[in-house]
């Protein structure tokens, strides 16, 4: 344990170095930062919601439209598969969990099994009398509803991270909440209006052919619908509802970019947008096909815009207009570059941390780590004399590399994280504790100065691993089952677990191994 190689001196000294490196950014201003080229240390310590202040919202994802919609699309393809077989039917419809239909005729009961099996193979189908039944068994909905709410975690994730909001914490909770926390924000009511809508846009041709007015006194004409204008969609005298086809001619889910621009000739706010290989072709379709006549452009049940097909429009891209402002634009097409919500969502909690209160915490997270690094430091020096400084140098060194180490990862510091950290800096001796105490035994014993500390060092080894890596398991179990602040927690002591053991055994052994060459002591001053 006395023989120390030069390639462990040079391994030491450079993990120093560069944990040095990265902690030096927490003590610089962050506007000089800026300038720093990238590759180079130039990343800070991410403040958690409850040390620099923010919003916290709780996130119900309405995981049952996602079946409805489902049960729906079924319903719809049902009918249109039955009246092209010519097998008569009645009372088509969906329920909560299932869709069903009645066969009058007995004849035709087979083949409208058959056909509805064909729908969707994983769902299973059942007769019972006339009336047939098709539903998704409980694990394939399950299945749906956990791939709606990661797939909404993603969403958000996407859209609140085009709002330059820095390291939001996106988690879910449950089965079908998110937790969504963003420090720096304290009105988070804009990240509200971007991440409560979900989006859903599509085009479809406007029915010219039917009379809106009969359509609001509720005669409907089938295969369309009745929407309402966006208020920017309006123009002077326009009505406040349009009669639209139901038939999405292209859809949302065919766009891949969308930004703010504005147009060229009236300088006004508009979105463009550009859609992929198919929906280029489609949309060059309808166009060519309906020149002169108006097409919707809709957004969540809701028409933003309704331009008239003045030309065919093959290239695949387009613009919305409206009388939108520039902040409205930049917001729209941050929606659709993000994509759709798979289903709605709702706000259930919301709550928000003033920075003062952030402030506070960080003063006394500080005060609480510098009186327990001092009393150490005090501590160690008296008990151990020498070896005592050495290992006070280690546990400075210890701090350091917590703050690179943290830094590198982007971990996000909350103040249970400060409590890791204060709790590892009285951890980070508790090895050099053991040798220390050890190499006294060994000299009482009547060793020789080398042999004392090599025997310290080697019997103490075992005892030093043992008690970290149960320590270490434990930060690991309240990681992998914890959430938030208690994954903060566990983060910090993980690291402050691993650096302390590279200190207290390489850097402080590098120290006594060096002074012990160098000295060649007769007595150790511990």
């Not at 053991?434 to 075992?462: C, H, K, N, Q, V």
């Amino acid at each position: 344990m006395v023989n120390y190689p030069t390639w462990k001196k040079v391994l030491v000294a450079l993990i120093c170095f560069i944990g040095l490196a990265y902690a030096v950014p927490n003590f610089v201003d962050e506007d000089l930062l800026s300038g720093v080229p990238d590759g180079l240390p130039n990343q800070q310590v991410n403040l958690g919601l409850d040390l620099r202040g923010g919003s916290h919202l709780l996130i119900e994802v309405e995981v049952q439209k996602v079946i409805d919609e489902y049960l729906e699309s079924l319903v719809d393809t049902a009918r249109a598969e039955l009246r092209e077989a010519r097998i008569r039917y009645r009372s088509l419809g969906k329920s909560a969990n299932n869709m069903g239909v009645n066969i009058p005729q007995e004849a035709d009961q087979d083949r409208a099994l058959e056909l509805l099996r064909q729908l969707d193979l994983e769902a299973r189908v059942s007769q019972s009398g006339d009336r047939l039944t098709i539903e998704l068994p409980e694990p394939i909905m399950a299945a749906r509803r956990a791939a709606a709410v990661q797939q909404s975690i993603e969403i958000i994730r996407r859209r609140i991270d085009e709002t330059g909001v820095r390291e939001p914490t996106i988690q879910q909770q449950g089965q079908n909440r998110i937790i969504l926390q963003m420090p720096g924000v304290e009105d988070p009511q804009r990240v509200k209006d971007l991440i409560g809508k979900t989006a859903n846009l599509s085009f479809q041709m406007v029915d010219v052919d039917n009379p809106l007015q009969e359509a609001l006194a509720g005669r409907v004409p089938p295969g369309s619908e009745v929407l309402q204008m966006a208020p920017n969609a309006r123009g002077p005298g326009q009505p406040d509802f349009m009669l639209v086809r139901k038939r999405v001619d292209v859809s949302g889910q065919n766009l891949v970019d969308s930004q703010p621009s504005f147009d060229g000739r009236t300088n006004q706010p508009v979105v463009t947008f550009r859609f992929d290989t198919a929906g280029a072709r489609r949309f060059g379709e309808v166009s060519t096909n309906n020149v002169g006549r108006p097409f919707a452009i809709v957004l969540d049940d809701e028409i933003i815009s309704a331009p008239v097909i003045q030309e065919p429009i093959l290239g695949g891209t387009g613009q919305i207009s409206g009388r939108f402002s520039v902040q409205e634009t930049s917001d729209l097409a941050l929606l659709l570059r993000a994509g759709a919500l798979p289903a709605p969502i709702s706000f259930l909690e919301e709550r928000t941390v003033g920075p003062g209160m952030g402030a506070d915490a960080v003063a006394a997270g500080e005060f609480a780590s510098v009186v327990g690094l001092v009393a150490v430091l005090i501590f160690m020096a008296i008990a151990y004399g020498r070896f005592g400084l050495y290992a006070d140098i280690a546990l400075l060194m210890n701090v350091i590399l917590i703050l690179g180490a943290l830094s590198v990862l982007q971990a996000t510091l909350t103040l249970p994280g400060i409590a890791g950290i204060v709790l590892t800096i009285g951890m980070a001796v508790d090895a050099n504790v053991l040798i220390f105490e050890r190499i006294r035994e060994e000299a009482r014993a009547g060793r020789t100065p080398i042999s004392a500390i090599d025997a310290g060092y080697s019997r103490a080894f075992t005892t030093i691993i043992d008690a970290n890596v149960t320590t270490l398991i434990a930060a690991i179990l309240l990681y992998a089952f914890g959430s938030g602040p208690v994954r903060g927690f566990a983060v910090t002591l993980s690291i402050g677990i691993i650096t302390s053991m590279f200190t207290a055994i390489m850097l402080t052994r590098l120290f006594v191994v060096t002074w012990l060459r160098s000295k060649r002591p007769d007595s150790l001053p511990v």
